[in-house]
């Protein structure tokens, strides 16, 4: 039985609302892995806030640290004038999350969600080349402002801008072609040869794992080519970490087992740990060519994102939840198989890293209806890829073995009652 408030966002709320629509309940509470409805009932999360809530719902420790600073009249907004909320925020990230990793990059805080990031990489990325096509992938999305919508591959997205989506070459991602094809070295010959057609790009970007295009998982290898072939072309090597970044994918930089640096990284999301609008874009110092004011944004100043960022570093002052993530990775993974092996005709492939899991289904509206059903059953998750063919996976990081595998068990119970009605639904062998 759905709630009645729910007719509240029929009748007022415009027809673009989408997450209401898969998920039709009205939600009061949360903690940590789990969210309320105000009819009581507890659902699993395996969304996260599409990412943005990698710790979970309602962190003690950021709860605490957020109410400290509003009862003390902290700055709440601040532009990107000085403030000490923004001092400890910037050393702390640089003490915990840059120096350790060698990364000298500068902090460059634009407006603050994904796009915004994404807008201003794509913007200094022009402004340090002096050029203007951007190289993308297949299936990357990227944000859905004009500049970022243009260097995703989404056709539905792109149809909405209303105008052409220009300065961008589109490449094929990793595995995107048949197996065997090598797409690096296709980018590199159109680079190479004059009757290409291809003019010198003002750079690349990419996801490392592709969030919304469908779970698909560059190898460390492609992405170490990739870094590779921007130092010898000179063109900046831009990644979108803002899905897949924030110990998503195991380590806080879903880049570092490649054993790259890329010049300007895209953090949003997870980034301020409490589903706080916030958004930072790290720059190679020699790249960081803006002048005061520029590039600017009236809610850069996050001032209560910085405080709960602050606190979310403590997860990375050790590899605990790394290797927290990978262990709980292998178990969504091995479920993920089991489901796979035991329904063939649903043509299931399984996707991902770490804790950015997938099930991709190749029967129409298979992974739709899965999520469909896991939602009855009390799991909240969503679908991911050009054709909504993926059952998608982002459960909070910091969730317990225990509550991990219970959402699973849900999960593998809707794919076997969505494969029982589509036998049913199929015409009988002649």
């Not at 999301?269 to 600017?296: C, I």
């Not at 990978?326 to 043509?347: C, S, T």
Request: proline letters at 5%; charged letters at 25%; glycine letters at 12%.
């Amino acid at each position: 039985m759905t709630s009645p408030t729910l007719d509240v966002f029929e009748r007022h709320e415009s027809a673009v609302r989408s997450y209401v629509r898969s998920f039709p309940d009205v939600f009061t509470t949360a903690k940590g892995h789990l969210v309320r409805s105000e009819s009581g009932r507890e659902y699993i999360d395996f969304f996260a806030g599409a990412g943005a809530l990698n710790y979970g719902h309602n962190d003690d420790g950021m709860k605490a640290a957020l109410l400290e600073y509003i009862s003390g009249d902290g700055i709440a907004h601040a532009l990107d004038m000085g403030t000490t909320a923004k001092a400890r925020f910037l050393e702390r990230f640089h003490e915990v999350l840059l120096a350790p990793r060698g990364l000298e990059h500068r902090v460059l805080f634009p407006g603050p969600t994904g796009t915004n990031a994404v807008e201003t990489a794509l913007k200094l990325a022009r402004k340090v080349t002096g050029r203007e096509k951007i190289v993308s992938f297949t299936n990357a999305f990227h944000g859905m402002t004009l500049g970022s919508l243009a260097v995703t591959g989404n056709s539905f997205k792109r149809g909405g801008a209303g105008l052409p989506l220009d300065n961008t070459v589109f490449m094929p991602f990793a595995d995107f072609l048949d197996e065997g094809f090598d797409s690096l070295s296709y980018l590199e010959r159109m680079l190479e040869n004059g009757g290409s057609g291809m003019d010198l790009p003002a750079g690349v970007i990419v996801e490392t794992v592709q969030g919304e295009g469908g779970i698909n998982a560059a190898s460390f290898g492609w992405l170490k080519r990739l870094n590779d072939l921007c130092a010898r072309w000179d063109l900046p090597l831009i990644v979108d970490d803002i899905q897949a970044g924030c110990g998503r994918t195991g380590p806080f930089f879903s880049f570092e087992p490649a054993g790259i640096k890329p010049d300007i990284i895209c953090l949003s999301k997870s980034l301020s740990g409490y589903g706080l609008p916030m958004a930072l874009v790290l720059v190679r110092p020699d790249m960081d060519l803006f002048g005061p004011g520029e590039h600017n944004g009236t809610f850069r100043g996050n001032s209560m994102a910085f405080v709960t960022a602050t606190e979310a570093l403590r997860f990375w002052e050790d590899d605990t939840l790394t290797q927290d993530v990978l262990r709980k990775g292998e178990i969504v993974q091995e479920a993920l198989e089991a489901m796979a092996a035991k329904h063939p005709d649903l043509k299931p492939d399984v996707r991902g890293r770490g804790l950015m899991r997938g099930l991709g289904l190749g029967a129409e509206g298979a992974a739709n209806a899965v999520c469909a059903e896991a939602f009855k059953g009390g799991v909240i998750m969503e679908t991911s890829g050009p054709a909504s063919e993926v059952a998608k996976l982002l459960p909070p990081l910091t969730i317990p073995e225990a509550a991990l595998r219970q959402g699973l068990d849900v999960m593998a119970k809707a794919v076997d009652t969505v494969a029982e009605r589509i036998a049913k639904d199929q015409p009988a062998a002649a």
